[in-house]
């Protein structure tokens, strides 16, 4: 059975309804607890898939927690040997950290809730987000962070707030800066964990975070389910993914 390792930093942000999907692709999934279990025990080069989960910490926060540093080397280790990659939220920053990109506090301010995605130059190496950007799905946004764009990266999309907001490398390696993953059902557990951030962060309005959840679940749900689906599946393929300026095969 193939492995999908996914690196947790908050209990709340899981696998989500990606969980089922890697169930029935035949993948047996593990948690690995960042903060808590030890890289040192782990090789970055093992698991078929690793998916690098969000978090409320700062991917440059290394003075307060130490163990980014760590976890950044240890992913940087594996995207140079193009395996399996998928990073969500911090984890797409810490995939651009790795790739030695900036990562840096939004100048815009924060970006939480739900709209949809603009296209991005090279939207078309990926065609499964093709569909849902070009369908206008409303996403998950849920970020005060925004990166550059590292060097040979493919840009896949943006938002009409933020530039930066997916991007590929090598064969498999793909970022999401917005929460694609999440389970609406379980979307309150969000508004609860990120309740101090919620309350303090200017012209954001919990009524309206739960209500446009209720609103967008149909839709979301459909598209999300169908590009996972199809990510998965390239996988089995491994069809290569030009990085920027390069044509493909």
């Known amino acids: 059975m193939k492995t999908a390792l996914a690196l947790r ?20 999934i593990r948690y690995f607890e960042v903060g808590v279990d030890a890289f040192i025990d782990l090789s970055p ?16 926060d290394v003075d307060a927690y130490p163990w980014l540093r760590t976890e950044t080397a240890w992913l ?25 990109a ?6 815009d301010g924060k970006e939480i809730g739900w709209a949809s995605l603009q296209p991005g130059p090279q939207l078309d ?7 849902l ?14 990166f550059d764009l590292p060097q040979g990266a493919c840009h896949l999309a ?40 919620i309350a303090h962060t200017r012209n954001l309005c919990l009524a309206r975070l739960r209500a446009d959840a209720q609103r967008h679940r149909r839709q979301f749900e459909s598209a999300s389910r ?12 491994r069809t290569v993914v030009p990085r920027a300026g390069q044509r493909r095969a």
């Open 9 to 28: 930093h908050l209990a709340s942000e899981d696998l989500g309804q990606l969980a089922p999907l890697l169930n029935a692709s035949g993948y047996r």
């Open 45 to 60: 080069l093992d698991a078929d898939l690793v998916i690098v989960l969000g978090g409320p910490v700062a991917a440059y």
């Open 76 to 100: 940087r280790a594996r995207l140079l040997e193009d395996l399996p990659t998928l990073g969500i939220g911090l984890g797409a920053q810490l995939m651009a950290a790795a790739l030695h």
């Open 102 to 107: 900036r990562v840096y506090p939004g100048s």
């Open 125 to 131: 190496v990926l065609p499964c987000l093709r569909e």
């Open 133 to 146: 950007v070009q369908q206008q799905t409303p996403v998950l946004h849920w970020h005060g962070d925004t």
């Open 158 to 197: 943006a938002s009409t707030q933020y530039p930066q907001q997916a991007f590929a490398w090598g064969r498999h390696g793909l970022a999401l800066q917005f929460h694609l993953e999440v389970d609406v059902r379980t979307v309150e557990q969000w508004l609860v964990g990120h309740a101090h951030e």
């Open 226 to 237: 169908r590009f996972w689906q199809a990510w998965l599946d390239s996988l089995r393929t």
